[in-house]
């Protein structure tokens, strides 16, 4: 069997590729391993997208994401949850480390508009007029209004269904395990299934941590990114959720997002670790405690909350310099990859997926993917 497009990988990078390429009337196959959303896009709660304290080499891309968001889920046919709630990232210090604290924000929001993500600094008492719950600590906030979160399994589902409806081929339980070139081209993959799939035009490669076993093994190309498990809470508060914005912390590894059924998403930068005999991430329960007490110093609201989830199965794949890399990989001129989301990627997965696409069917790269080449390293 042959098509012109193949991508491996059926998180949202792959399943809004799939959409876009199937959009544009090409003939594409998607293969994923598991499930549509059974990999870092996947599990409960909500995505953050934000651009607030967001790399500056990622702020292109982000701009082009504020754009695509809003109209999604009627160009997709399907609910992907976004609101666009304003988001806060909360200052209690006057300084932290070299890039934080109140000595910086006026500075931080002056870039991050000048890079086309309105921020504006917000002393206390505007702060307490948006977020009334906040506690003593906080002095002030970076506030950006057109950060908000969506649904990342609906979105990511619906990404795949559109691009099912546009005529693209999506194969779940299809694990990509070979990579067939000839004269420095892609030109089949094979799967432990058996089965084997020509490829016409590209390969996408956006198997997230996966990548970095398959590039080794079948482009002998050796990437500077590893898996990590981020830690996922869902608490329910005693009373309503304490927050309305998507919430973020100057210093805290802090990540606060009502959920539309009265619970809330507590994350922000906890890890769990490898459990070799599951075959999955498990919950360090020192981690657990250590994200609900920052949760609960931040909002008292949170204190008596119940835990109801702890969540770590949901791997990523982080690189070196915290951005990803977008890239063609070395040596096969016709495959493109993108891994190493560091924790931030769902947020700008649309337009990484208009910008890969574009490259994939014309082959010239876009000016806003320059940043991630493999050549940085
Ligand atoms: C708990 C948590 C919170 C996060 N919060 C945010 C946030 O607030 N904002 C934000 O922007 N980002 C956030 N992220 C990061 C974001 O979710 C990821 O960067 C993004 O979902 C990656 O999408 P992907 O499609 O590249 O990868 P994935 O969703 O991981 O999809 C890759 C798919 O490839 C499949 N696969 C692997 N190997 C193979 C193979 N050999 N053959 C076929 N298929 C294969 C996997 O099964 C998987 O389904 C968070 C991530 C986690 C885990």
Partial sequence: MKHQFVIIGGGINGCAAAWLLAAAGEDVLLLEAGEIASGASGGFGRRGVRGNRRDLREMPLMRAAYRIWPTLADQLGAETGYERTGGMSLIEQETTGTKGGLVAADAQAAVQRGLGVPTEVLGRDRVLALEPGVGPEVRAALYCPLDGSADHTATTRAYAAAAEARGATVKEHSAVTAVERSEGRATAVRTAQGQRYEIGQALLVLNNTGAVDLLRDQFDVHLPVWRILPQALRVTPKAAPPMSHLIGHDHRSLSL?????????????????????????????????????????????????????????????????????IDRIPGTENALVGTGWTGHGFAIAPAVAEALTFWARTGARPDSLAPFSFDRF
């Fill in 257 to 325: 997002k009502a959920l539309p059924d009265g619970g809330v998403m507590v994350s922000g930068g906890w890890r769990g670790r490898w459990n070799a005999d599951l075959g999955r991430g498990e919950p360090i329960e020192a981690n657990v405690q250590g994200n609900l007490r920052a949760a609960a110093e931040v909002y008292a609201g949170l204190a008596d909350a119940r835990l109801d989830i702890a969540e770590t199965s949901q791997p990523e794949s982080c690189s070196a310099d915290e951005i990803p890399i």
